[in-house]
């Protein structure tokens, strides 16, 4: 799989960042704080764009996300973390946060999903029209490797990419034929939000993925527990061995796995961490309250309390995305 924050296995869930600056400022310029998403473009702030122009797509395509989704139940749990893993990345204080039912996608977007999207739309990505997108060095061929000659400083292992997006993941040379399973990679949080509302969906909040992705559990590191490879099992897409210079791949992938590979946690949902970020709806922040909140809309690696940031217009090789609903769309 890509590669993690420095020694760490895997991160899941990258935010949208408050201000467009702010991960530059937070980490120079490295992608997401070194996890591999690229800095802001640059451009004004495009947060409804994609919403509003396949709104209209979206009326008439109802079906078009194929994969099941999943009933998760209402309730109340612990959110974040008194023991935060990066301080500054503000997965403290725990707090009780209260969450209405909602559906969530039973897998990630796929490059299935995503191409049948493009297909129907005539959608562009806008790693696409930027004409590069930030990839990790060691899925790199030499061929492609020779010919950059920049890198991101806090994080020497990403390195910007010509003609990488979500059809060429590794640059001109390589191609998803044979991964139509895996999740799409090289999406914006403009581009999953463009996806999500075609397919009559959203994206879903900090606070829902994150009830989700503890699978019902309460104060534990994982969506499966406290213990990373129970039995000796591997529950996730994560780095083994030493990073960034080897990965062993005990878990059976060195890039992506499956959408529907490894166990599914206690809600049903597969991949949940491991394998690819994933975007959520809310503006990135680092304080948060520790009073008891009701469905709240702000933001929050591969332990569920785990989380980072990113600018709207981001893309990498490690950043996907999966939908939510308030309603099962028609045609599920």
């Not at 005539?122 to 930030?134: L, W």
Request: charged fraction near 20%; proline fraction near 7%.
């Amino acid at each position: 799989m890509a590669a993690p924050v420095a020694a760490r296995a895997w991160l899941s869930r990258c935010l949208f960042s408050l201000l467009l600056g702010l991960a530059a400022a937070a980490g120079g310029a490295a992608p997401g704080g070194a996890c591999g998403c690229s800095a802001s473009r640059g451009r004004g702030d495009p947060r409804e764009a994609a919403a509003r122009r396949y709104s209209a797509a979206a009326s008439g395509r109802r079906s078009a996300g194929r994969r099941p989704m999943v009933a998760i139940p209402g309730g109340v749990f612990t959110m974040g973390t008194d023991e935060p893993a990066i301080q500054q990345d503000g997965e403290w204080p725990a707090r009780r946060v209260h969450i209405n039912s909602f559906y969530m996608d039973q897998y990630e977007v796929s490059n299935e999903e995503f191409e049948r999207f493009v297909n129907s739309t005539g959608y562009v990505t806008e790693a696409e029209k930027f004409g590069d997108s930030f990839v990790f060095e060691g899925m790199l061929s030499e061929e492609v490797k020779a010919d950059i000659h920049q890198a991101v400083a806090a994080a020497p292992w990403w390195l910007p990419v010509k003609g990488a997006n979500w059809k060429h993941p590794e640059g001109p040379d390589s191609s998803i034929s044979n991964r139509m399973d895996h999740p799409v990679l090289h999406v914006s949080w403009n581009d999953a939000v463009a996806f999500c509302t075609w397919a009559g969906k959203r994206l879903p909040t900090e606070a829902e993925w994150e009830y989700s992705c503890r699978g019902g559990l309460e104060n534990r590191l994982f969506p499966w527990g406290n213990k990373l490879q129970p039995k000796g099992q591997h529950y996730a897409n994560i780095w083994q061995g030493t990073f960034p210079t080897n990965n062993t791949a005990e878990d059976g992938y060195k890039g992506t796995a499956p959408v529907t590979a490894f166990p599914p946690n206690g809600y049903g949902l597969y991949n949940i961490v491991g394998n690819a970020w994933e975007w959520t709806s809310d503006w990135w922040a680092v304080r948060h309250s520790a009073d008891e909140v009701h469905n709240p809309s702000y933001c929050y690696r591969y332990r569920c309390a785990a989380r980072s940031q990113n600018t709207p217009d981001s893309s990498a090789s490690n950043l996907g995305f999966r939908c939510a609903a308030d309603t099962l769309p028609e045609l599920q």
